[in-house]
């Protein structure tokens, strides 16, 4: 195959059937997410046999456990994609929408139009979620997608692909508004990424190293976050049943995702009151502690943290610890060492937590919650194409609206600049 040659060909059916999407009307997406649902939920079994390949030959080339748990697509996760798809139909559709009209002193009104980017590129692994989740995003908000999954999925996305194209097909919309790359040859991901003519912006979904990669290479503006370096703090004024019960689950609800909790910090004054209660329950889940001095003076069992801990994202069942002086030590901690992706804070003092929330820099803040929520499905965005820890165009989880841009509108009647 000339890899090149094949990519352009997406490129431009994409750039033509986004010119057709564009246009479509909210009934006639929402259709087609409807029937794309019905035709996922029809197939389930092909999509199990399919995945089940993909799982064979996973483990035959030795990914972890980790990789083969994003990678396997069980009965209830095809019933998440499908309830993902519903919520998606649901939502308002943002594509049109125009806010901000007001009149000017020249009797002119302006305001501002949502409408869509185009044709979106996205660059993912593992999970074959992501296939479905991407394209109804997309759809939803009137953009084309190219999407290029990892290897290790293919034959699961193949089968995917197949369930959206028929529900396209149904609501009377081009396939080619969601094209899946057909070829694992890696030589796609660098002409995806610099197909400017017909891609308007690229979303890379995975590892670090996938995303400093893309990062890279791309000449299209990437939406993206590089890591989870997510922080929860202790606060003197914290309940301490609420601070056992955030910091518990915000980081063994599940160890392999960018929004579990790497990093804990404790006000000292609370420390010896909560840190031992809690190393005893992360000793029961099988969690390494890696602590600052006074965090292994209070938990005999924990190693001393280095410089590069509190850097990591271990996305394992590890943990770093930091007793602070105070909100102060804890915010420029925050601040030097976040990935800036979710931090959050327990604390009944409620000038804290309003404090926490303006003075962290991060795309998510949080107040007396787990990180893991953090995440479009709890945001109420139906789904999410990703986290984006950048500040322009999109930040924190990217549902319909951070897959739109505006425009300026002007309204006249006949009017003529004097």
Not at 46 to 72: F, M, P, V, Y
Not at 179 to 185: C, I, L, M, P, S
């Amino acid at each position: 195959m000339d890899v090149t040659r094949y990519m352009q060909q997406l490129g431009k059916q994409a750039r033509q059937a986004g010119r057709e999407i564009s246009k479509a009307d909210t009934g006639r997406k929402n259709l087609a997410l409807v029937k794309i649902a019905e035709a996922l939920a029809a197939n389930a079994d092909t999509l199990i046999a399919e995945n089940a390949k993909d799982l064979q030959a996973g483990q035959a080339n030795g990914l972890d456990a980790a990789s083969l748990d994003r990678l396997d697509l069980t009965p209830a996760r095809i019933e998440k994609m499908v309830e993902g798809l519903t919520q998606i139909a649901a939502l308002p559709d943002p594509v049109g929408e125009i806010t901000n009209l007001s009149y000017r002193p020249t009797g002119i009104q302006v305001g501002q139009m949502r409408v869509p980017l185009g044709v979106i590129g996205i660059i993912y692994e593992s999970r074959p979620n992501v296939t479905v989740d991407a394209a109804a995003l997309c759809l939803k908000a009137g953009n084309a997608c190219i999407l290029r999954g990892g290897s290790e999925a293919i034959h699961s996305n193949r089968a995917i692909a197949a369930c959206i194209a028929q529900g396209l097909a149904e609501a009377g919309l081009p396939q080619q508004a969601v094209q899946v790359v057909e070829t694992t040859d890696r030589a796609a991901v660098g002409a995806l990424v610099t197909m400017k003519e017909f891609v308007d912006v690229i979303v890379p979904r995975g590892g670090k190293s996938l995303i400093e990669r893309i990062s890279a290479e791309a000449t299209i503006p990437v939406i993206k976050h590089l890591d989870g370096i997510c922080h929860v703090y202790i606060d003197a004024k914290a309940d301490l049943d609420k601070a056992v019960a955030i910091a518990l689950n915000a980081k063994t609800h599940r160890y392999g995702v960018c929004n579990a909790m790497e990093t804990l910090l404790v006000a000292e004054s609370v420390a010896g009151a909560v840190l031992p209660i809690l190393a005893e329950q992360y000793a029961a889940k099988g969690v390494e502690l890696r602590g600052c001095l006074k965090t292994c003076s209070l938990i005999p069992g924990a190693v001393r943290a280095s410089e590069t801990d509190w850097h990591t994202e271990y996305l394992a069942p590890i943990l770093s610890i930091k007793i602070v002086s105070g909100i102060d030590e804890a915010i420029d901690h925050i601040n030097t060492y976040s990935s800036a992706h979710t931090e959050a804070i327990v604390t009944e003092d409620f000038t804290q937590a309003r404090r926490f929330l303006r003075e962290v820099d991060s795309s998510s803040v949080m107040v007396n919650a787990s990180t893991r929520f953090a995440d479009g499905f709890e945001y109420g965005l139906g789904a999410e194409i990703g986290i984006s820890t950048d500040k322009l165009h999109a930040r924190g989880p990217v549902g319909l609206h951070g897959l739109t841009s505006l425009k300026y509108i002007v309204l006249g009647d006949g009017h003529i600049r004097q």
